[in-house]
């Protein structure tokens, strides 16, 4: 299949412009809830409520906008997505008490789950099978480019407005500016050629096909997407809540890995990372932006590393080499809080952080979803992981503070590094090296080794 780079590259990129809001969410709300939680006077538990709630709220997003998307486009769901969040950063920016804040969270969380369901799954149609996995890793940059632009926002607000009343709603306010932003630009993408196909709209589709794979026989690509959906609409809920042995090993690789992904405590280091280094008497806010832009550099750079060792030396190693890192710098971020020697010692094990998890679980787990499940279950095995990644993400920082209250900080970052080794076992035991291998392949791999009793690794 021929297929033409610059223009599948350009509507990824542009499609994954609600991307750049959750990154921007990310950046600067964690850059301005300290100022928050003391223009509110917030307990732990309130931070921590406030900080859950858009996660947990992605969830219900994330189940909607299935439904969504099926009826009206994927177009109009990316659309929304960005509605959403302009939606929630207008009104936190404007927020007068605690409620409001809660409820401009809700919007940024149908935001988050609505954006990361889609735009993967936008990206999938549009690109050959082939190089799927690179091009559904690059909504993964755009998503970190977005945290880098939230945190030099943050930065730049802090520099020139010290009202500590004001500055973080104009902070969190500029998240609206990046949503309209997105919205023009997803202005021009065009509806998927597979959901049109799905509607009986084949002239429209035929056009966008041409413009994707320009050497190709359209009409073939119509007969296999047309064969593809024939397929996909033999599914049922209950090929997942009961699935047939070598479906049921398939989801526990793919959803252990969701929740190893989010019990590595990622989501900690995104949203609490400044109130974690002012615990290590890093109390000056420059300092701190600076720091989590470093740390945002780090964190793009060894994406890109991910992205060229992918194909070479494959999925799994990757995941064992970055979950081994995450389990040694979240150890050694615990014993920087235990043993304050430098101010430098933790800021440098939470780059070490973001560097191992960006060559392992942050690409990997997106290129898992895209080709580890058959197409049949495809759309609701990896809504279903969505789900339960939001999930444990709002659990996590829901929890965490409080957790360090009682445990202490190293002994709340020494859980999470006991919890990344065993992760080790698990990725060793039930994770298997999909690089090169067709879907069809996978899935005779499943059967032949779970349904024959026969042992793999």
Request: proline share 3%; aromatic share 12%.
């Amino acid at each position: 299949m021929h297929f033409s780079v610059s223009q599948v590259l350009f509507l990824t990129v542009l499609s994954s412009a609600c991307g750049v809001s959750i990154g921007f969410d990310i950046g600067g709300f964690a850059s301005s809830l300290l100022f928050i939680s003391e223009q509110f006077k917030m307990t732990t538990i309130q931070k921590e409520g406030l900080v859950a709630t858009a996660q947990l709220v992605a969830i219900l997003g994330a189940l909607t906008t299935g439904k969504l998307s099926d009826n009206f486009g994927r177009r109009i769901a990316i659309l929304s997505s960005s509605v959403y969040f302009m939606s929630g950063a207008l009104l936190m920016a404007f927020s007068p008490n605690l409620t409001s804040l809660y409820i401009s969270r809700v919007f940024t969380g149908f935001g988050i789950g609505s954006c990361f369901v889609v735009v993967p799954l936008y990206i999938g149609e549009i690109s050959p099978p082939k190089y799927r996995g690179t091009f559904v890793t690059i909504f993964e940059v755009i998503i970190n480019i977005g945290l880098l632009l939230g945190y030099c926002v943050s930065l730049t607000v802090l520099s020139y407005l010290e009202d500590q009343q004001r500055n973080w709603r104009w902070i969190t306010g500029s998240g609206a500016l990046i949503g309209i932003i997105s919205l023009v630009f997803l202005c021009y993408i065009p509806e998927s050629p597979r959901w049109l196909i799905a509607k009986n709209r084949i002239s429209e589709a035929k056009s966008i096909l041409k413009k994707l794979f320009p050497n190709s026989e359209v009409q073939a690509e119509v007969d296999k997407i047309t064969t593809l959906l024939l397929v996909q609409q033999s599914s049922h809920w209950s090929d997942i809540l009961c699935p047939k042995p070598s479906v049921g090993r398939m989801l526990l690789m793919g959803l252990g890995v969701h929740f190893f992904q989010q019990m590595a405590g990622m989501e900690i280091i995104g949203f609490y990372s400044p109130t974690i280094l002012a615990k290590a008497n890093i109390t000056d806010t420059h300092t701190i932006v600076l720091a989590m832009i470093g740390m945002t550099l780090v964190k793009i750079l060894f994406i890109f590393v991910a992205l060229v060792l992918m194909d070479r030396v494959g999925r799994k190693i990757l995941l064992l080499v970055g979950t081994a890192g995450l389990c040694v710098s979240l150890c050694s971020l615990g014993l920087s809080f235990q043993y304050p020697l430098s101010v430098a010692w933790p800021i440098i094990s939470q780059y070490l952080f973001v560097a191992f998890f960006s060559i392992g679980y942050g690409p990997v787990s997106l290129v898992l979803s895209s080709e580890l499940y058959p197409l049949r279950i495809r759309g609701r095995a990896s809504s279903t992981g969505i789900s339960l990644n939001r999930l444990i993400g709002g659990i996590i920082v829901m929890s965490f503070l409080s957790y360090t209250e009682v445990a202490t900080v190293p002994g709340g970052f020494y859980t999470l590094s006991i919890i990344s080794f065993l992760a080790i076992f698990f990725i060793y035991f039930f994770v298997i090296e999909t690089k090169g291998k067709s879907l069809e392949d996978i899935e005779q791999y499943f059967i032949t080794q779970y349904e024959s009793n026969i042992q793999f690794h």
